[in-house]
């Protein structure tokens, strides 16, 4: 029946294309300028291009479908426990933005202390990213979790998750700060300097604004590994989706059900993401594609 669903789709997909009113709204009329032509042909493009990736996209699901069906998975099962494991997404995302906000914060700073011309702030810019990039990041969570409490210092499992995926990420972020600011010409901060701005102001109002434009992208991306990294919070039994997925699994051994419940919410949150980034993107490049 995948197949047979399949074919469905498809027949569904040019029925509706063949519809004349979808025809006339993406078909550019004789008499229009070559501006409306061009823009008319830009959005037949672009529908083209959505309407492929759907096609194939939902061909792919068909066929991991059908594999996962020979794994002899209980459904039922499933369906009965997806409301429970799904309840842990909402501390998922609330730990991986409060992480990111965090490791943004250090990564700044630290990016700055690379940059400057002083021994102590460069100094421990410098040890903070070969300590916390040269660790892994398993053993960090321990730490933090285990380790200072050893000094009289008790922190909630969910502050412990938060400042160690803050602090690691902050580190390999650093990196990504360091470059998005040495991308800005140098002609700017002397033109900056010019103005008789304070080298405050120069980063603030020139540099800041372009290197962030610049690091987006890097940034989207490493909150999306970390929101998958923040699964090792359940090793401080964390009530977040592999917590939940894991204590179900175990209690009735069924692992992989809700393993697979887990990484589909995982796969469905980075696709949110994915788009909120592409979103963002957009409006911070807004000034150059006009």
Known sequence: W????????????????MRESVVD???????????????????????????FTTAVWFLILVVLYSVLRRFNLDISFMRHWLPFVMKGSGLTVFVSLVSIVLAVILALLGALGRLS???IANGISG??????????LLVQVYIWYLGLPRLGIVLQPVTAGILAL??????????????????????????AEALGMSRTQVYRRIV?????????????????????????????SVWELSYRAQKVGRQYFRSLETFIIAAAFYWILTVIFQLLQGKLEEYMARGERR
């Open 2 to 17: 995948p197949l047979l669903a399949l074919s469905l789709w498809y027949l569904a997909l040019v029925l509706a294309l």
């Open 117 to 119: 011309k002083s021994s």
């Open 25 to 51: 709204f993406y078909e550019a009329a004789p008499g229009l300028s070559l501006s409306d032509r061009l823009m008319i042909g830009l959005r037949t493009r672009k529908l083209r291009l959505g309407i």
């Open 166 to 191: 803050g602090v690691n990420y902050g580190a390999y972020m650093t990196e990504i700060f360091r470059a998005g600011i040495q991308a800005i010409g140098k002609g700017q901060y002397e033109a």
């Open 208 to 236: 800041l604004p372009q290197a962030f434009r610049i690091i987006i992208p890097p940034i989207g991306n490493q909150f999306i590994a970390m929101m998958k990294d923040s699964s090792l919070v359940s090793l401080m």
């Open 127 to 136: 040890f903070y990213i070969s300590l916390i990039r040269g660790t892994p």
